[in-house]
T-cell receptor, first 112, second 117 residues
Framework: LAKTTQPISMDSYEGQEVNITCSHN???????ITWYQQFPSQGPRFIIQ???TKVTNEVASLFIPADRKSSTLSLPRVSLSDTAVYYC?????????????FGKGTRLSVIA | GAVVSQHPSWVICKSGTSVKIECRSL??????MFWYRQFPKQSLMLMAT?????????EQGVEKDKFLINHASLTLSTLTVTSAHPEDSSFYIC?????????????FGPGTRLTVT
């Protein structure tokens, strides 16, 4: 299972764009990159998933370079409610039995 | 998206007793469910993979006789913490996969806070 490395923590002011980069040097051909958000005492919540290039949804964008050894989660104009831990995971999403393995995550603190 | 529920949301039990936590997929069938444990300020740690109708696969270091997992139906998996001790106090989270357009999406329950006194 590919391991991921993220910054332990980040601070940002409200209204700013936040970019969290994740390294996954050993990503396999079949692996997708998925980001989850977790608030205290809650289960993780799916944010976005991608394989290559760029993916955008209503809450975030995911940038993946051609070599796929890293990825960047971009949160536009963060608010206080975006304060949470963000996890980057890689895994084969076409395998129903392969669990997602969590790294340490990035603790984002949004300041007013 | 799909919904995974857990019951109870929190439980307090005395040392030496057993506690059962339920995980249900509410609007989809899940042949595979996963159980995670999370200690304060730490990441989620995978405990076991639960397959409907078969024995669970436990991660290294997780005692299968202490953490009993049963996946009796396509919508229900249970985790029983037997002879609980204070060090078992943790946040337990289950997860289930549902097939999307060819790929599987993994959804997480809200978690169960276990406190052993």
């Amino acid at each position: 299972l590919a391991k991921t490395t993220q910054p332990i923590s980040m601070d940002s002011y409200e209204g700013q764009e936040v970019n969290i980069t994740c390294s996954h040097n050993n990503i396999a051909t079949n692996d997708y990159i998925t980001w989850y958000q977790q608030f205290p005492s809650q289960g993780p919540r799916f944010i976005i998933q991608g394989y290559k290039t760029k993916v955008t949804n209503e809450v975030a964008s995911l940038f993946i370079p051609a070599d796929r050894k890293s990825s960047t989660l971009s949160l536009p104009r963060v608010s206080l409610s975006d304060t949470a831990v963000y996890y980057c995971l890689v895994g084969d999403v076409y395998s129903g039995n392969t669990p997602l393995v969590f790294g340490k995550g990035t603790r984002l603190s949004v300041i007013a | 998206g799909a919904v995974v529920s857990q019951h109870p949301s929190w439980v307090i039990c005395k040392s030496g007793t057993s506690v059962k936590i339920e995980c249900r997929s509410l609007d989809f069938q899940a042949t595979t469910m996963f159980w995670y444990r999370q200690f304060p300020k730490q990441s989620l740690m995978l405990m076991a993979t639960s397959n409907e109708g078969s024995k669970a696969t436990y991660e290294q270091g997780v005692e299968k006789d202490k953490f009993l997992i049963n996946h009796a139906s396509l919508t229900l998996s249970t985790l029983t913490v037997t002879s609980a001790h204070p060090e078992d106090s943790s946040f337990y989270i289950c997860s289930a996969r549902t097939p999307g357009d060819g790929s599987y999406e993994q959804y997480f329950g809200p978690g169960t806070r276990l406190t052993v006194t």
